[in-house]
Each structure stands twice: as C-alpha cells, then as structure tokens.
C-alpha cells in the first residue's frame, strides 16, 4: 500500500511522487493529486532551510524510490548473501510541467548505499540535522509483524522509508545542493568510489574523541545543553510510546480476531434452529467482517508508528549536532588553555620567577640558572608558540561562532519541521481512531438489525 | 386408558369417576402428585363440569410431597390446561430476590438473601412475603420440584462455585452475579404454569426459617429416596428399546445445543480476557503522552489533548467490559447449565419408558402375579406418557424463552457495543475540531458526497 508522505512538505517545483510498481498509470493520477496548484509557495517556503531562497538544486528532479528487490551476489567476504536492492527514479519536472511524460532515469541502490550517502552528509555537514535513515532492523514489533528483514511488509515499509528520506534531503536548502547528493541519484557505478575519495572518514570525529569532549567540556552553550536534554526526553519517551503502542495493537489484534469465533459458531448454530437461524447466520458473516476489519486498521496504525520512528531517529541527529559543538568548544577551550599556560611560561622566564612547578625551573634551580642567551632562545620560541597560539584560538573561536549561528538556524528549521510533523501525525491517528469507531459502530449496528429480526 | 390416582394416597378428596372422558378434553382431576392447584383459571375450552366443585380454594389436600411416584390423574387433561396457558399479561405472583447478608456461623459463613413475594392468588394466605435463604434452600427447592415433574423444564441454579478465575467465594461480583441468577430462577418458576403452583414453591416462599427446616425434614426418607435412586439407575442400565423420534431429535438438539452455547461462552470468556489485557496496556498510552507534553512548547496542548482523548477511550473500554462480563456472560452461562439440565430431563423420561419397558418384559417373561403386574404396567404406561407430553409441551415452551433470552441478550450487547463506538467517536471528532476544524468539516462533506 502506498501511502502519500503528506508530512514532506514540498517546495512549489519539486514534487513528490509516489508509484505502483510498474502498473497501470496510477503513478500519473497519484502525480496528480500532489501537484497541487492550492499549495501556497509561502506555505511550503517554511520548512526549506534557513537560506530561505528554495532554490535547491533539485528543484528541477522529481525523485521517487519505487521498486525493490532481492539479489544475490557475493559480499566483500567473497560469501554468496541475498540482499535488497531499490529503484530510484528521477525526473525532470519541467519535462513534465510541459506535459511531456519522458521515461525516468532509473538505478539501483541498496540500503547499505543510502547509510554511505548520509554517513558523508553527517560529516560534510555536521552542523545540519540530517534526515535520518529508517529503521535497519523491524524493532517495536508486535507479534503479527514479522521481524524479519526479507519481510515483503518490512520491505515496502522501508521503500517508503528511503523515499522519504530522499524527499527530505532534496528539500532541504543546503543538502539539497550536494554534489554527492546529486551522483548518488544519477550515477550507478562508482558512485562509492567517488564518495570514498572525498576523504571524508578522515574528517569523521572519532567516537571516543567525541566523547571526551562531551564529558571534559567546561561552558557548552546552555542552548545546547537544552537541546541535548530535550533530545535525550524525545529518544525516551518516543521509544516508550512505540513500545505501548506495540502491546495495545497485539491486544486489538486478539479482540478482533477471537469476535470471529462468533461468526463460526454462529454459522454452526444456525444450522440447528429453525426461528432463530436466519438472524445468526447474518450476524455471523458480521462478526466475521468485524474480525477482519483489524488487519486495515493496525496497518493504517504502522504508518502512525513510522512516523513516530522517523522522529525518534531525529533525536539521535539532533544529539550529533550538539556533540559537534561539544567537540569544537573542547577544542576551543584546550586551545585557550594552552594559550594562557604558554604566556605564564612567558612571564615566568621574562621575570624569573616560577609560579608554576616545572621539571625545568628545578633543574635549573638544581643545576644553575641559564644562560641569558638560553633565556633568550627559549622566550623567542615561545613568542612564535603564543602568536601561533592566539592566531589558533582567533580561529577556533570563529569555527565556534560560526557553527553555533548555522547550526541553530538548521536547529530552528527543524523545530519547526517537527512541531508540524508531530502534529499531523497526531491528528492523522485522531482521523484513523475516528475511521475504526464508524466502522465499528456499523458492524455492531447490522449485526443489532440481525438480532433483533431473529 | 384408565385414570387410577389412587394408588398409595392416604387421604383423598371424594372424587367422582362419573365424568371421566378420554379424550383430550377431558375434565382436570385431583392430583395428589402436584398438590391439587388452582385450575380454575387456566381453563378456557373445558367443559363445565360437576367435578368442578372438587376444587375448592383450599389448597392442602394432601402433603403429596411423601407420594412421588403416584400417577397423576388425567396427563390428557394437564397438557390441555397447561397448553393453553400463554405467558399470561396478569402475572399474579412477583418475586424479587435481593439484599445479600452475611451470616457467621461458629462452623461456616454463608449469604443468605432476602426473598420479597408479592401475589394475588388465592392460595396463598396473604398477599406479602418476605424471607431469607440461602443457597441450599435453593438446591433443595430444585430437587423437589425435579421429584414432582421429572420432564419439565426447569431453569438451572447458578453454580455452586466457579472454579476458573474465582479467589473469593463471597466477592462482590459473584454475590450479585449469583443473586440475578437466583431472582431468574424463582421468576421462571413463578411463570411456569405447573411449577408455580407446586406446594414447595410455595413453602419456599411463604414459611419463615424454622418452619421450613421442619417441612424439610418431611418427606420421603433417606432409604425410601435411595430405592427411587436405585430404581432410576437400574432403568438406566438397561436402557430403553426405542427412543421415540420426536425425543430421538430432542436429544440430538440438545447435544448440538450444549455444544454450541458452550463455544459461545468460551469465546465471550476469551474476549473479555483480551479485552481486559487491551484496557491495561492502552491504560499506559495516555501517561506517556502527557509526558511527553513535559518536553514540548508548541505541542503540549495537542499531546495533552492525546492524553485526555486515550484516558476517555480507557473508561469507555471499562465499561464495555462491564456489560460484556455482566450481561452476556451469565446468560451465556446460564444456558450451558440449561444444556445439562435438559440432558437430565431427556434421561429421566428415559428411566420412565425403561422403568415401563422393563415390566413389560416382565410380563411377557416371567411367571408372576399376572394381574398385579398388569395394574402396575398401567401405571407405569400412563405415567410415560404423561412424562412424554409434558415434556413436549414444556420443550416448546423451553425453546421460546430460550430464543427470546438468548435474542435480548445478543441484541443487548450489539447495542451496548455501537453506544461504546459512538463514544469513542465522539471523544476523537471534540479533539479533531479542536485541532483542525478544518478537517471535520471536509469530513463532513466527503461523507455526504459518498451518500
């Protein structure tokens, strides 16, 4: 089932488009819901990036992920595994703006691919939230749900996934420009390569350096010392509510399932009575329609779940972005640090006094003194450490700033993403609750009609 | 066919044997066996007849309770009243069966509940009663009548106890649930056209506690009750030679029947269970959201309103679980009992045509007191088919009450149900407008485009 991503909100050119596998032409008639001429440009300006200007590169694509399927083929431990590969589509929208239907640039990926492409994004662009991926493994299961990878549901619920994830990306003012970004839609081979010799895993900040810093910090910015919690609160509560959310779905799943009990025994039942068998025939066939009724609603359910997922993964960007700044200010700091030691060192050896212990002021208390022109090398050399020191700190101080102001404004864009987001989730599952009452209340209402006829 | 009631009566209204007809039409006589009722009222096509008179308003001929195995006079004549008899609009005689109370005893604790009688029939002495019992006034009311009518219908008691996912006897729930049953049970009897008018119904009713106790302990005695019990046994082993059709399809019905109700009530068991499970785990949902609400800026008031919709969903399921386990259950229930005890009348009118066959065999067989056995052959033949016909009718009297519990109680429940969709539809479409108006009227339309 395909579902339209109402919550990717669109720029006014770029548009979304969601297709059957190679089928009839419902792609053109879900096309055509979407291009929504009603769709105000202000409207949709929103959620683009803080540039504000919407002139992502891709503007001009059409981007869908529409197919998947398994392959097999040797891995890079020369051992034979099967695994799923998506097809992405592109198109030029003013291709289609003119009514021209070409036919779409297509290649393959695997999931492994899209894990590359964002691993690099977090890297080349670490003062971003970036989209997150979804879910690797089927986790928050209930028991119906298979929690296996090759799942033809789980599949599908991922093709969306990756769609999504495309969508946003391209809608995104800054990531959207990508070059990578832009390879990674377009060109099928050597596109890892391309990636790889970016040199990017070199710039990728060691966990363990990553986190030293987060513990050694002194003055994080307090924003973003909120934000962490804040996102640290999200991951937590998001993961609790899945959890839930999984028991109360196995629970209704076994309410709806055992009414269907009903409808056997009735149809046994009836084959007995005379007066009354009509009536228990009829309400059998409902209460066999209210037993199969679950299986729509608890996937309309797993949508609601996806969108919760997507945002439980947020937090975990979220946390990136401010483990980033951590590290730069750390940086900061030891740097400063390091400054304020060397000009003490200065001092000390310009005026003779040690305030500090050091190896070298007791040698040379223990050994003699040193020579004016020793002093004099030393001081020289520290001189150029202390330029080179405060032409450091100058510079990692404006990386700091400059990281807190572009990080924030992507900050902001994402509240705003996410305040709209959750709550059309929200009201979207409030529209699910109110479609399962109606449908209740008109199985329960024919089957009443059968009662009382009986 | 001859009408002799008189075997082993002791003191019996003079009866005139003149007016004595065969046919179905025939005139009701005294019976010592159903401790002479009031007829006069049921009796719509019989004939006016002299032996009319015999049934004066004085209701104690004989203590007939110690005569059980006695011919009734005319079986002709007691399917003809109790034919006729409809659910009657003027119910003459209300029971309410209430007030559970707690007794201590230094050797047990039992309930004991108030019984409230109201009646306008002539037989009984006043027109108010009000006593206490207990369970097992209850069971021993259920086997006298069993004794007198061994083929009638009646509506079963509830359980002793139930065993499956009950802790304490005297929990709240089961003394209530034990207590409607109870109410039901006396109701069916006051209903019944024969059942009501048996002298231990009445006694049950009307005589306080010590004079019950001694009624009681009237009455055949322990050894004259293990001969019935013997006899009965016997005539189960050695069976009957052919079952009529008309019970041969009665049995299978009810073999169906029980089958079937029992699925039922297994199934509603099973959904009560899952929907409990379901009350518990959303019972968490609604926490979690106002939580979450904790984190948020922009978003508290949608979660809170999350929050309050699922807590309101969460009561409404509470009660729907209610009426589930309160409504349908017991009646579910009740009618499993009812399987058994049908399946008890259809093998006692079974030992009755074994007890007869048996003679018969006798006869045929066996070098003995011809004329005596004969006699008792015809006692016996008629008390068969006396049996038989009141089963008959009281099956088909069976039958409608059963569909008429079983239809109000299945339609209950379908509307209990959509009330509690609608509840819950309510809920959601309040927190719909509240945040996005928009939407409910687009809703709104749709639904009136898809018509």
Known sequence: MRRRLSQVQQTHDTTIYVSEPRMADSGSEEAAVIENPEVAPEEVQQDIGGTGDGSSLLKKMEISVSEAEKRTGKNTMNMQETYTVYLIETRSVEALNEGQSPAPDTLWRRYSEFELLRNYLLVTYSYIVVPPLPEKRAEFVWHKLSADNMDPDFVERRRIGLENFLLRISAHSVLSKDNIFYLFLTQENGWKDVVYDTGFQAKADSRLKALNATFRVKNPEKRFTELKHYSDELQSVISHLLRVRARVADRLYGVYKVHGNYGRVFSEWSAIEKEMGDGLQSAGHHMDAYAASVDDILEEEEHYADQLKEYLFYSEALRAVCRKHELLQYELEVTALDLVSKKQQREELATGTVRTFSLKGMTSKLFGQETPEQREAKLKVLEEQITEGEEFVKSKTLECEEYVQNSWIDIERFKEQKNQDLKEALISYAVMQISMCKKGIQVWTNAKECFSKM | ?451
Not at chain 2, 202 to 220: D, I, Y
């Open chain 2, 1 to 451: 066919m001859r009408f002799a009631a008189l075997v082993g009566c002791n003191s019996l209204h003079p009866i005139s044997m003149e007016n004595e007809s065969l046919s179905s039409a025939s005139t009701p006589r005294c019976n010592p066996a159903l401790n002479s009722p009031d007829f006069s009222r049921h009796m719509l096509e019989l004939d006016e007849d002299d032996d009319l008179e015999v049934f004066s308003k004085d209701a104690t001929f004989t203590d007939a309770s110690s005569i059980n195995t006695s011919l009734p006079t005319s079986p002709g004549s007691m399917i003809n009243q109790y034919r006729f008899e409809e659910e009657h609009d003027s119910k003459d005689l209300f029971i309410t069966v209430g007030d559970p109370e707690s007794h201590v005893t230094a050797i047990e604790t039992f309930i004991t509940y108030r019984i409230v009688t109201k009646t306008t029939r002539s037989e009984f002495d006043s027109c108010e009663y009000e006593v206490r019992r207990r369970y097992q006034d209850f069971l021993w009311l259920k086997g006298k009548l069993e004794e007198a009518h061994p083929t009638l219908i009646i509506h079963p008691l509830p359980e002793k106890f139930i065993m499956k996912g009950m802790v304490e006897r005297f929990n709240d729930d089961f003394i209530e649930t034990r207590r409607k049953a109870l109410h039901k049970f006396l109701n069916r009897i006051a209903d019944h056209p024969i059942l009501s008018s048996n002298e231990d119904f009445k006694v049950f009713l009307t005589a306080q506690a010590w004079e019950l106790t001694s009624h009681k302990k009237q009455g055949p005695g322990l050894l004259s009750k293990m001969g019935e019990t013997v006899k009965a046994v016997a005539a189960s082993v050695r069976g009957i030679k052919q079952r009529p059709e008309e019970f041969v399809a009665m049995n299978d019905y009810v073999e169906s029947f029980g089958q079937k109700i029992g699925m039922m009530d297994k199934i509603t068991q099973r959904i009560i269970k899952e929907q409990r499970e379901y009350l518990e785990e959303m019972k968490e949902c609604g926490p979690v959201y106002t939580l979450w609400s904790a984190s948020e800026e922009e978003l508290v008031d949608i979660l809170k309103g999350m929050a309050g919709c699922i807590d309101n969903c969460c009561k409404a399921t509470e009660e729907q679980v209610g009426d589930l386990s309160e409504g349908l259950l017991p009646v579910l229930h009740e009618y499993v009992l009812c399987a058994e005890t049908l399946k008890a009348v259809l093998r006692r009118r079974d030992n009755i045509q074994a007890e007869y066959e048996s003679k018969s065999y006798t006869l045929a067989n066996k070098k003995a007191d011809r004329d005596v056995l004969k006699d008792e052959i015809e006692q016996l033949e008629d008390k068969m088919e006396y049996a038989n016909k009141m089963l008959k009718v009281d099956w088909e009297r069976w039958r409608k009450n059963m569909q008429s519990d079983l239809k109000l109680a299945f339609f209950d429940i379908a509307e209990k149900n959509v009330a509690y969709y609608e509840k819950c539809l309510a809920i959601w479409e309040t927190f719909l407008t509240t945040e996005k108006p928009e939407l409910v009227l687009e809703k709104d339309t749709e639904d009136y485009s898809q018509k």
